[in-house]
């Protein structure tokens, strides 16, 4: 619901920003038209000051000298000045069709309205009443009356009506919104749905309703791509399951025929040199294939992991007395270096996989050597992580080999790195990870790193 009411945040939020600027907005145009052509005002004004420049004399009315006629009449048609009567006793290029006498009714007319499509300004001064007209088309004069109560009315009205306009607007975006949240909250789920491996088939009505067909042709997709997946993990798994079974007895008979010829003294030593690398290889073929099971059971998590508590110190003693112990150390030397927080530092680790990952990092580093190599392992524990190094001082890793460990590139020809790759899985499925580089000045390092 998160989704819903998110969506119908934004869009009150943004009906309402929109009500504010349309407001605004509007206002501003009101008070800018208002400031801009205020002309009422001061037209009437300047028919004031037109109409005061006008003296009484001996000789009729006479305009004040401070201004020409042309700069007093800028702006202005024509303007006259009417008598009680209505008659007119001065006038400035009044046309001569209303060079006539006006009655009490014209002179009402046309002070509120027009004279002859001229609109006029009047204003009463003691000589008369003076008149004023400007440029037919120039001003636009239209007067309202209304009774007061009405006015009042509307006045009065003017705030419940713009709160009522305001919540009929948020209350029609509250329900298209939440029409709307409806639809997409069934494509949020949907895409829940999708992202944990699961089939959707959501209704195509409504606005959504494209999307939602997508996403249903999304569904269907993936779903045949993940049986056809599972398929063929099913098929690689149980193949890899089948040929390690059927290997195992024959390789079994292989490696005990070839102990016996190794120990059989009758043969000739040539003869007991050659089972010997039977033998040696027979370990290998044997270790290749119980890598190959455990990466693939830990690749599809069907290999569980029994965790306990293993002290550090005691488990890398381990390592290196079987390390010794075994025929694939042959000549090679190994040395223990562990600081006094590793030394009894408690992990909480699968120790069957975890003595699986040094071992391989040892048979790895005098499988791959032609001479006898020195081997170290050092081990540190600091901010809760468990760090343990294994390097030799052999030829250390091939380009090709430290290209795929560290950049993940198999180019066209990968190179065998089953053994190191079954390291990194189980560091993985500790938590931890696994990192490998050419140690100084030659050979191998490979740093593995464990939370605590």
């Not at 046309?110 to 204003?123: G, H, N, T």
């Not at 290209?403 to 053994?419: F, K, M, R, S, Y």
Request: charged share 15%.
């Amino acid at each position: 619901m998160k989704t819903f009411a998110r969506l119908i945040r934004r869009y009150v939020l943004a009906t309402a920003g929109i009500i504010l600027v349309v407001v605004a907005l509007l206002l501003g145009m009101t008070i800018y038209a208002g400031v801009r052509y205020n002309g009422a005002s001061d037209s009437v004004q300047k028919v004031g000051a037109l109409a005061e420049a006008l003296h009484p004399t001996a000789d009729g009315l006479q305009r004040d000298a401070a201004h020409t006629p042309a700069e007093w009449m800028h702006g202005y048609a024509w303007a006259m000045v009417l008598d009680e009567d209505g008659n007119v006793i001065w006038q400035q290029d009044l046309p001569e069709a209303l060079n006539h006498r006006y009655t009490a009714s014209d002179i009402a007319v046309f002070s509120r309205w027009y004279l002859a499509d001229y609109p006029v300004q009047c204003w009463a001064a003691d000589y008369g009443l003076f008149v004023a007209a400007e440029p037919v088309g120039s001003q636009w004069k239209y007067n309202i009356t209304a009774p007061q109560a009405r006015m009042e009315a509307m006045v009065g009205g003017l705030l419940p009506v713009a709160v009522l306009l305001l919540a009929v607007v948020l209350g029609c975006c509250l329900w298209f919104s939440w029409r709307g949240a409806r639809h997409l909250q069934a494509v949020a789920d949907g895409l829940d749905t999708l992202a944990q491996g699961g089939a959707v088939q959501l209704p195509t009505t409504g606005f959504a309703g494209e999307l939602a067909e997508k996403l249903n042709e999304t569904g269907e997709q993936l779903r045949r791509r993940n049986e056809i997946i599972a398929r063929r993990d099913t098929a690689r798994t149980d193949w890899i399951a089948g040929v390690s079974h059927d290997i195992r007895t024959p390789l079994a008979l292989i490696l005990g025929w070839g102990e016996q010829l190794q120990q059989d003294e009758v043969l000739p030593a040539a003869a007991r040199q050659k089972a010997a690398g039977i033998c040696t290889q027979s370990e290998k073929i044997r270790s290749l294939i119980g890598d190959l099971n455990l990466t693939s059971k830990l690749q599809y998590g069907a290999q569980p992991l029994r965790r306990k508590a293993v002290t550090v110190g005691p488990f890398l003693r381990r390592c290196a007395a079987e390390f010794y112990e075994s025929p694939a150390a042959g000549d090679s030397t190994l040395e223990l270096e562990l600081t006094q927080a590793a030394e009894h530092t408690v992990v909480q680790a699968d120790e069957a996989l975890l003595l699986r990952a040094i071992e391989n990092l040892l048979h790895n580093t005098v499988g791959h050597n032609a001479v006898p190599v020195h081997v170290t392992i050092r081990a540190d524990a600091a901010d809760g992580m468990l760090t343990i190094q294994v390097t030799d001082d052999g030829q250390g890793y091939p380009p090709a080999v430290l290209a795929v460990l560290q950049a993940g590139e198999t180019g066209e020809n990968p190179p065998h790195i089953l053994g190191l790759h079954v390291v990194e899985q189980i560091l993985a499925a500790h938590g931890g990870t696994a990192a490998f580089a050419q140690a100084l000045p030659h050979g191998a390092a490979a740093a593995l790193t464990l939370p605590l």
